[in-house]
């Protein structure tokens, strides 16, 4: 049984280069998420994918940022022209559709850190 | 006022000693409740979860739902060294919202 997994784990860039993250949900979970979390806080939700539509977007998630998930399986999310304040930890989450007896209880992949020079 | 509200601690107990760790939320719109530990470095790991009042238990967790007083509650029993991580409620669906976390130590 695989769980969630996310590349690459870390990531060191420069300010103003883009970067793409990719999450690999957990097999036959039809919900995926994306969380930020930083140092000493808890993750922060940035939006969610039900199948391969986009169906949330939290309002930190800036034009620089961009999600997809073109066929309901791995997703990907693009930070374009990198600041400081984008170095974080990028989590990525899965959950099993509904009825399936697990509430909407999220998985969590180990994130990506993320350091903006 | 945050949505979820988590001391943060530190917290330090000594090994074998019955840890509660406490939340409070603000929004009773949404009936979920979660509880995840995260070890140093790596992705929350869910523990337990709870739908509405009352409690559950697992092993050595309970969690509590107080929906009168909008508190949540974890309760760790015969603490062990391996339990030291920092925990983070959550509360909602789909897009979940977390408490601050708190960093617990257990002592051997």
């Known amino acids: 049984d695989t769980g969630v997994s996310q590349n690459p784990r870390h990531k060191i860039t420069k300010r103003g280069q883009n970067v793409t993250f990719r999450c690999d949900p957990i097999s036959e979970h039809n919900r995926l998420y994306w969380y930020r979390q930083t140092l000493g806080q808890g993750p922060e939700f940035l939006t969610y994918?039900?199948?391969?539509?986009?169906?949330?977007k939290s309002r930190l998630l800036s034009d620089r940022f961009s999600a997809e998930r073109p066929k309901g399986s791995f997703s990907t999310l693009e930070i374009q022209r990198t600041e400081q304040g984008d170095s974080a930890m990028y989590l990525c989450a899965s959950s099993p559709p509904d009825g399936s007896g697990g509430g909407d209880t999220q998985y969590f992949g180990p994130g990506t850190r993320l350091t903006v020079l | 006022q945050k949505e979820v509200e988590q001391d943060p601690g530190p917290l330090s107990v000594p090994e074998g000693a019955i840890v509660s760790l406490n939340c409070t939320y603000s929004?009773?719109?949404?009936?979920?409740f979660m509880w995840y530990r995260q070890y140093s470095r790596k992705g929350p790991e869910l523990l337990m979860y709870t739908y509405s009042s009352g409690n559950k238990e697992d092993g050595r967790f309970t969690a509590q739902v107080d929906k009168s007083s909008k508190y949540i509650s974890l309760f760790i029993r015969d603490s062990q060294p391996s339990d030291s991580a920092t925990y983070l409620c959550a509360q909602g669906a789909q897009k979940l919202v977390f408490g601050q976390g708190t960093r617990l130590t257990i002592n051997p």
């Open positions: 994918f039900q199948n391969e539509a986009q169906l949330e």
């Open positions: 929004n009773s719109a949404f009936q979920y």
